[in-house]
Structures are given as structure tokens and as C-alpha cells.
């Protein structure tokens, strides 16, 4: 059982920036990739960013050079900094962890955070 929160959502204008974080908690032994889902109204959720337990990273074509995924260990926590925000990029963000716990492997997802780019 893994608890995902994400925090940092807000208002911000076209061209500038904004970070999310998520804390994972519960009884797991270990998180394994952790990513950033997002999901505009009427469209399906889409990948934004991952890394993994060792660090390398995979990103959208569409935030690719702008989005910077990352993640404290010590802390339990990945981060998504977003620069260069374009309205298009407005979105309820999801945190997701894959994790290992007492009978396997699972997959948790945040509740989501609101991110608007006005224009």
C-alpha cells in the first residue's frame, strides 16, 4: 500500500514556471520508477516524465527540453520542474510510482494537481 500526494499546482502565466512534488508513503520496501501523468478535460491521460530508481529519465516529446523530472531517495519524493508552460500544458498532473512491497510488485497513482497556463 503506497500513498501517492502531489503538491505545487497552481496558476501560472505562458512562459513561466512552476514545480511539482509528490511524497510517497506506506508499506512498501522500495519505489521503483516513479513518473508524471497529466490528463486535460475530454482527452485521455498521457505521459509526461520518468526516471528511475537509478536515475535515467524518459520525457514526452511535448515537454522534452522544458520539463525536468527528478527525485529525493532519502525523502521519497519526485519532483517536476516545468518551464517555458504553454496553455497547452494545462492539465490535472498525476504523480505514479511503481513499488515493491511483502507480495510483489504494484502501482500507485497520486490524486492529481491542477496546473493552468493562462495566456
Known amino acids: 500500500q503506497v500513498q501517492l500526494v502531489e503538491s505545487g499546482g497552481g496558476l501560472v502565466q505562458a512562459g513561466g514556471s512552476l514545480g511539482l512534488s509528490c511524497v510517497a508513503s506506506?508499506?512498501?520496501?522500495?519505489?521503483?520508477?516513479m513518473g508524471w501523468y497529466r490528463q486535460a478535460p475530454g482527452k485521455q491521460r498521457e505521459l509526461v516524465a520518468t526516471i528511475t530508481s537509478g536515475g535515467s529519465t524518459n520525457y514526452a516529446d511535448s515537454v522534452k527540453g522544458r520539463f525536468t523530472i527528478s527525485r529525493d531517495a532519502a525523502k521519497n519524493t519526485v519532483y517536476l520542474q516545468m518551464s517555458s508552460l504553454k496553455p497547452e500544458d494545462t492539465a490535472v498532473y498525476y504523480c505514479?510510482?511503481?513499488?515493491?512491497?511483502?507480495?510483489?510488485?504494484?502501482?500507485?497513482w497520486g490524486q492529481g494537481t491542477q496546473v493552468t497556463v493562462s495566456s
Open positions: 506506506g508499506g512498501f520496501f522500495k519505489i521503483n520508477d
Open positions: 505514479s510510482a511503481g513499488y515493491i512491497y511483502a507480495f510483489g510488485t504494484s502501482h500507485s
